[in-house]
Each structure stands twice: as structure tokens, then as C-alpha cells.
């Protein structure tokens, strides 16, 4: 319940300082992506019963770099690499992008 409690009250401070700023909603829309891509990363793996190591051999690269694009707070992702490594994974990419009414815009892999 309490973690509740924080969570709404989280949303309420974010929704409120992005209707104000646009570029509050730019760098927050920019940060999720990131976290998405991450844990896209991640779960494409760790579902395909894959180490780091394993899915770079894979994939033609190094367990670093399939480290680097399982952080967050990494911004170099590309197409390319994601495709690669859904393939390697055994799972279909596919891209879409929506308007949203609180953000200018949004891409988000599915």
C-alpha cells in the first residue's frame, strides 16, 4: 500500500512539471526510452535462455557492449543492433510510433 502511495504521488509531481515544461517532457519521454530499450534488451536474453557473453558471440560483438545496451542510462542504441539481437534471440522487432497527449512524441518498440 505504501508502495502505492508513493508511485501516485510520483506520477502526480511528473505529470504536473510536464504539462509546464517541454523540455521536461523531452527529457522524460528520452529517459524512458532508454529504460525501455534496456529491459528490451534484457528480456530478448535473458528469455532466450542466453548469458551476456553468449548473445555477443551471437551477434558479432562483445559481453561489454550487451552490457552497455542492457544499461539504462545508455543512450547509443540502434536499429541495427536491435535488430541483430532479436534475431539472435529468436524474437520479431517490430517499430511503432504514436502521438501522446502529454508528450510531444513518442516511439516505442513493441
Do not use: W
Not at 534484457?42 to 560483438?61: F, I, S, Y
Not at 522487432?93 to 516511439?107: C, G, Q, S, T, Y
Amino acid at each position: 500500500m505504501r508502495q502505492a502511495v508513493k508511485r501516485d504521488r510520483h506520477s502526480e509531481i511528473v505529470e504536473r512539471r510536464a504539462r509546464k515544461s517541454a523540455t521536461y517532457r523531452k527529457t522524460f519521454a528520452r529517459t524512458l526510452h532508454q529504460i525501455d530499450l534496456a529491459l528490451l534488451v534484457r528480456e530478448m536474453r535473458e528469455d532466450a535462455g542466453l548469458t551476456q557473453a553468449e548473445l555477443a558471440k551471437k551477434v558479432g560483438t562483445t559481453q561489454s557492449v550487451i552490457a552497455r545496451l542492457e544499461d539504462a542510462e545508455y543512450t547509443g542504441h540502434s536499429l541495427t543492433m536491435l535488430e541483430r539481437i532479436a534475431t539472435a534471440c529468436g524474437v520479431a522487432l517490430k517499430l511503432h510510433a504514436e502521438k501522446k497527449p502529454n508528450f510531444d512524441r513518442e516511439v516505442a518498440l513493441v
